[in-house]
């Protein structure tokens, strides 16, 4: 399961650090993302990352976030920078993963989490 954390409150212009935790049966994880909804929007994709580091945004969050991950953790994060009103939704960690050396690749979202912009 993906366990995700890190929202609240933060002023226009402020930053914060989401991370999410892959738990249980775990051979090995591939990509690993963020992706977002706001209210009455589709969700989309904020950022990726792979097991070997490459990098994928947004054009919407490019310069102000950033994705990162501890493989040894099976964690990933995105920290996020400049926030402003229009970052704010649900945000959403997904992830491919292999459960065992003999399971095929499986995709999983966490719970979501929010966060306020405001002043």
Do not use: H
């Amino acid at each position: 399961q993906l366990q995700a954390s890190g929202g609240g409150l933060v002023q226009p212009g402020g930053s914060l650090r989401l991370s999410c935790a892959a738990s249980g049966s775990i051979f090995s994880i591939n990509v690993m993302g963020w992706y977002r909804q706001a209210p009455e929007k589709q969700r989309e994709l904020v950022a990726t990352i792979t097991s070997g580091g490459s990098t994928n945004y947004a054009d919407s969050v490019k310069g102000r976030f950033t994705i990162s991950r501890d493989n040894a953790k099976n964690t990933v994060y995105l920290e996020m920078n400049s926030l402003k009103p229009e970052d704010m939704a649900v945000y959403y960690c997904n992830t491919d993963l292999r459960p065992t050396m003999f399971s095929r690749i499986q995709n999983y979202w966490g719970q979501g989490t929010n966060f306020t912009v405001s002043s």
